[in-house]
């Protein structure tokens, strides 16, 4: 590593690791445990425009239920939980692995597949946006249920 640039770009790609075996070990308890299909898959009959309308209404109203000890998901909650796990962090990873010029020499495909590295720059900036926006959204939902009780029943369960 030669020159600032190359650090960062090391240390980016090395942390990026973190996230990459974290949310396989995500995937991978979610589909053995049924927790996806159980509390994040929303139900058909969730589905229709007044639901999404009246939880799109709570939420910007900043009008949060009390936590119950449970994953008890709206349908907001359970959009964004897919859009992020099934979405966002993949999209986030292959992208990244597309600008790694190792990675694309091994896989030339995966230039084509995003159209360059310059586009899947900028597919990889939104998606990493889209999970930092996530996070804060999440944080902040997380200290008007109750922060206490929440992090209680994250960490300890019921």
Do not use: C
Request: aromatic share 16%.
């Amino acid at each position: 590593m030669f020159n600032q640039n190359g650090w960062g770009r090391s240390l980016h790609f090395l942390a990026a690791w973190f996230l990459v075996l974290t949310g396989l070990f995500y995937l991978i308890i979610g589909l053995f445990s049924g927790h996806f299909q159980k509390h994040i898959w929303p139900k058909i009959q969730e589905l229709t425009p007044t639901q999404f309308f009246r939880d799109l209404k709570d939420h910007f109203r900043l009008k949060v239920s009390p936590p119950t000890g449970g994953p008890q998901y709206g349908l907001l909650q359970k959009l964004s939980y897919m859009g992020i796990i099934f979405i966002g962090l993949p999209m986030a990873i292959i992208t990244g692995f597309t600008m790694s010029p190792a990675i694309t020499a091994a896989y030339p495909f995966l230039l084509d597949l995003f159209g360059g590295y310059q586009s899947a720059r900028t597919i990889h900036f939104f998606s990493s946006l889209s999970l930092e926006v996530f996070l804060i959204v999440h944080v902040l939902m997380i200290i008007l249920s109750g922060f206490k009780a929440q992090l209680k029943y994250m960490t300890l369960g019921k």
